[in-house]
């Protein structure tokens, strides 16, 4: 069965803590992804990796960093956690090159309160 | 610039009733995909489908089915007797790319199928 793992489902940090978000896959996917979920809002990109040490800036890229060390592993810093960074944060991955059909595997996220 | 617009922030319907969740969207590009994911309690997003913008043929799966429409730049997406499984909160999304690499989401719409 795929698998798209968050490390931690809940975390409750205080402001100017540095906060590590970490993600593995399973399925030797290319592609991974950081997104955050807002109520009214959706989801946003806020950084994507399509190999390993690569990456590229979503949407909302400010307060945030990302690392990705090994292929199956991706990881979103935030440097000085603000209380407007309390949110959903969900990663996801997906196949890349001819083999990629668009459809992401997400991970079931995780609830970050910013005290 | 990209855009999703689902407006319906909530539907409840009683089981059995067919509902439809709009999704309207906005892209200069000729070459587009489109999406629909389904995010249960648990948290974690799930395919749907992908419809790519040259193929405007109407899609069904089982009870589920899309009506894609480029004149008026929508894709909604129909559920046929609804049951309780189907409580979701459902997102439309939008892609440049094939590899779908920077989706662009609606806000959902939060379904819910009262017994």
């Known amino acids: 069965d795929v698998k798209v793992t968050q490390s931690s489902r809940y975390l409750v940090k205080r402001t100017g803590e540095k906060v590590f978000l970490e993600c593995v896959q399973d399925?030797?996917?290319?592609?991974m992804f950081w997104y955050r979920q807002d109520p009214g809002l959706g989801l946003r990109l806020i950084y994507f990796?399509?190999?390993?040490?690569?990456?590229e800036k979503g949407d909302i890229p400010e307060g945030y960093s990302v690392s990705r060390e090994k292929k199956e592993r991706f990881s979103l810093i935030l440097e000085s956690a603000s209380t407007n960074q309390t949110s959903m944060y969900l990663c996801?991955?997906?196949?890349?090159?001819?083999?990629?059909?668009?459809?992401?595997?997400f991970g079931e996220g995780s609830r970050l309160t910013v005290l | 610039a990209q855009k999703v617009t689902q407006a319906q922030t909530e539907i409840s319907v009683v089981e059995k009733e067919d509902v439809t969740l709009d999704c309207v969207y906005e892209?200069?590009?000729?070459?587009?995909?489109l999406f629909w994911y389904k995010q249960p309690p648990s948290g974690e997003l799930v395919f749907l489908i992908r419809?790519?913008?040259?193929?405007?043929q109407n899609e069904i799966s089982g009870r589920y089915s899309w009506n894609f429409q480029k004149s008026t730049s929508s894709f909604n997406f129909t559920i046929t007797a609804s049951q309780v499984v189907d409580s979701a909160v459902y997102f439309c999304?939008?892609?440049?790319?094939?590899?779908?690499?920077?989706?662009?989401f609606g806000q959902g719409t939060r379904l819910t199928i009262n017994p």
């Open positions: 419809r790519n913008s040259f193929d405007e």
């Open positions: 999304a939008l892609s440049e790319d094939e590899g779908a690499q920077k989706l662009v």
């Open positions: 399925m030797d996917h290319e592609n």
């Open positions: 892209t200069r590009d000729t070459t587009y995909y």
């Open positions: 990796s399509y190999d390993v040490k690569m990456k």
């Open positions: 996801a991955s997906s196949r890349g090159g001819t083999g990629n059909t668009g459809e992401l595997f």
